[in-house]
């Protein structure tokens, strides 16, 4: 079982930055994809980024440019660095985990283990 704890949303001007972090439990960190989601009230949860053990980075087309995905396999921990944030950034955000072999990255049913998700307000 991996336990994933997300943390650093909070409210933010337009234009603002902020930057999650979601830790892992697992020894075996190193080799899972890990992807960040975001769902929006009355939304479906989307795909945001993911980033796959070789350092392979995905990223939705909406945050393309302006959000960041990197990992820190020493702390078992990925990082989302959200830069230039718009008010259609507010969503709760989710990290989750892709064990081998790896399937769709943009694919919520890819990924076998979420986290609780942190929120992110961004005001205009």
């Known amino acids: 079982q991996v336990q994933l704890v997300e943390s650093g949303g909070g409210l933010v001007q337009a234009g603002g930055s902020l930057r999650l972090s979601c830790a892992a439990s697992?020894?075996?960190?190193?080799?899972?994809?890990m992807g960040w989601f975001r769902q929006a009230p009355g939304k479906e949860r989307e795909f945001v980024s993911t980033?796959?053990?070789?350092?392979?980075?995905y990223y939705a087309d909406s945050v393309k440019g302006r959000f960041t995905i990197s990992r820190d396999n020493a702390k078992n921990t990925v990082y989302l660095q959200m830069n230039s944030l718009r008010p259609e950034d507010t969503a709760v955000y989710y990290c989750?985990?892709?064990?081998?072999?790896?399937?769709?990255?943009?694919?919520?049913?890819?990924?076998?283990?979420w986290g609780q998700g942190t929120q992110v307000t961004v005001s205009s």
């Open positions: 697992a020894r075996t960190f190193s080799t899972y994809a």
């Open positions: 980033i796959r053990s070789g350092g392979d980075t």
């Open positions: 989750a985990a892709d064990l081998p072999p790896y399937r769709n990255y943009a694919s919520r049913s890819s990924y076998d283990y």
